[in-house]
């Protein structure tokens, strides 16, 4: 069993199945994420990614298997499992109690923005920080304000999102995912419900996060300028395992594989 | 029976009128019952474990599907047999209207729940908020927005029907009629033009109140 040291992956994924019915989606996916590393995954539809993103917000659950951890089929984060719990010197299915306490140091940012239609911009942002983590309204309302202006939205604290553009709106749901403060940030095609000309402002907003912080990003989008200027490390994943990984650098501009090569001419193209 | 007379319905106005009062009392009375218990019963239907779900969904199945007239009658019946005999209709009568219109409510909220896309549990879920206050500040906020019309409705509807509770004696504006034209082997026309004239003056604005806060729901930002 891995013992938390500083140089130990804060992610690790080892043979992990997930099964929709007769559907395996994911199959003895194995690898693992350096804390302070941005990874792209970058893949066909239908491939998986968005699925490995839910299972780390425990949206999903790994399909268990016999053995746990001698046969794989556990996330670990932080040198913890994650989708187990440790129960007399053995590995169960995590319970919702201990997934509930695990899962505050992860943040996601969703496609569909998410934000609370019935509650102001400013207390999408306190809510969980004063109902989770038990911040004071002050202290919340003080980081909310810090977080909003640095998604550029300081004079919409008091509208409600319907008000807003779809960029906006996903700004929001950045300064609420990080008002958190997570080790993890999940990015799953933020970009993608956007009208082209908002796209802009929602990746600059994270470029400058991800210049700023040392939060670990894992981040699905189909912006490959993006993918390359934020991210160390590209995964490019196919039916469930994962075909090539490699630097931007590398997989952009010398894929090995054909599946890559072929998936990044039809991403180009478009 | 002679035709209709002015003075007699002059005569029987306050009668009917006190019989009036006694349909809002039962109204209030059955429409926090039906308001209430169709919230829980909605909730629980999402937050409960199975064996209580289970059962509380047919015995809600099994009020929508009987007539009022046969509950009310076989409630009143068996609660002075079996129960209390000192509970009055007008508490028995009610507290089964209630019951009755809380089935419907229950499935009006039930459809405002279900209507919430799923993306918002799960932004709960990835902020880790407690149960309690993903209801209370995310679900019943927009549950209720949704299903608030509908609900004043079943209200609505619930109040035109409690002259059924007039099967079991409550003092309502049928029995008031009753007792009158018993005495004076006349009045029927009179007493039901006065007690539906009541029921439209009351029953109206509010059909219209709620179809305006329909409209207001539907612009509002939130
Ligand atoms: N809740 C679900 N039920 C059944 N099948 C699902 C479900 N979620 C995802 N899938 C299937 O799993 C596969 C992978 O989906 P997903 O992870 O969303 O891929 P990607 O994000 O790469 O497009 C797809 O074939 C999809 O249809
Ligand atoms: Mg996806």
Redesign the pocket.
């Known amino acids: 069993m891995p013992s938390p040291t500083s140089n130990e992956p804060i992610i690790r994924f080892d043979r992990v199945n997930k099964d929709?019915?007769d559907?395996r989606?994911l199959k003895e996916l194995c690898f693992d994420i350096d804390p302070g590393e941005r990874v792209t995954l970058i893949?066909p539809?239908?491939?998986?990614?968005?699925?490995i993103l839910r299972l780390l917000m425990t949206l999903e659950h790994v399909t268990p298997v016999k053995h746990p951890d001698e046969n794989g089929g556990v996330i670990w984060v932080e040198g913890e499992p994650y989708s187990h719990m440790k129960k007399g010197g053995k590995l169960h299915v995590a319970n919702e109690r201990y997934l509930r306490r695990r899962r505050q140091k992860v943040g996601m940012v969703f496609q569909q923005f998410n934000l609370f239609p019935n509650m102001r911009v400013l207390r999408n942002v306190t809510e969980a920080q004063v109902h989770t983590l038990r911040r004071s309204k002050d202290e919340a309302e003080a980081k909310a304000r810090d977080l909003l202006e640095l998604v550029g939205l300081s004079d919409k604290i008091d509208n409600y999102p319907n008000q807003l553009s779809g960029g906006q709106q996903q700004r929001v749901a950045i300064a609420r995912a990080l008002a958190m403060d997570p080790d993890i940030l999940l990015l799953d095609e933020v970009t993608s419900a956007l009208d082209p000309e908002l796209v802009a402002d929602v990746l600059a907003v994270l470029r400058d996060i991800a210049e700023t912080t040392s939060i670990t990003m894992l981040i699905?989008t189909h912006e490959m300028g993006f993918a390359r200027d934020v991210s160390n490390r590209v995964m490019m994943?196919d039916q469930g395992v994962i075909v090539e990984e490699d630097t931007p650098d590398r997989i952009f501009s010398d894929p090995q594989e054909v599946r890559t090569q072929d998936f990044l001419r039809a991403v180009l193209a478009e | 029976m002679d035709g209709w007379s002015n003075e007699r319905a002059a005569e029987m106005f306050p009668m009917v009128f006190e019989g009036f009062v006694v349909v809002l009392q039962v109204t209030a009375v059955s429409g926090v019952i039906a308001i209430l218990l169709g919230l829980l019963v909605a909730i629980s239907d999402q937050t409960a474990p199975f064996w209580l779900r289970r059962p509380v969904n047919w015995i809600m199945q099994f009020v929508r599907n009987t007539p009022l007239l046969v509950q009310v009658l076989f409630v009143w019946y068996a609660t002075s047999l079996y129960i209390n005999p000192e509970w009055t209709a007008f508490v028995v009568g009610s507290a089964v209207l209630g019951i009755h219109y809380a089935s419907y409510t229950s499935e009006s909220y039930r459809a405002g729940i279900e209507a919430i896309p799923k993306g918002q549990w799960e932004a709960a879920t990835a902020l880790s908020l407690p149960r309690h206050r993903v209801w209370l500040a995310i679900i019943l906020p927009q549950m209720l927005r949704r299903s608030t019309a509908a609900v004043a409705n079943w209200l609505i509807a619930m109040f035109k029907e409690v002259p059924t509770l007039f099967a079991i004696g409550v003092l309502e504006m049928l029995a008031m009629v009753d007792r009158y034209a018993g005495l004076n082997y006349t009045g029927y026309v009179e007493g039901y033009t006065i007690a539906g004239l009541l029921f439209l003056a009351a029953s109206y604005p509010v059909a219209v109140a709620t179809r305006r806060l329909e409209i207001r729901l539907a612009k509002s930002n939130f």
């Open positions: 929709f019915g559907l989606v893949g539809s239908g491939s998986g990614k968005t699925t699905v994943f």
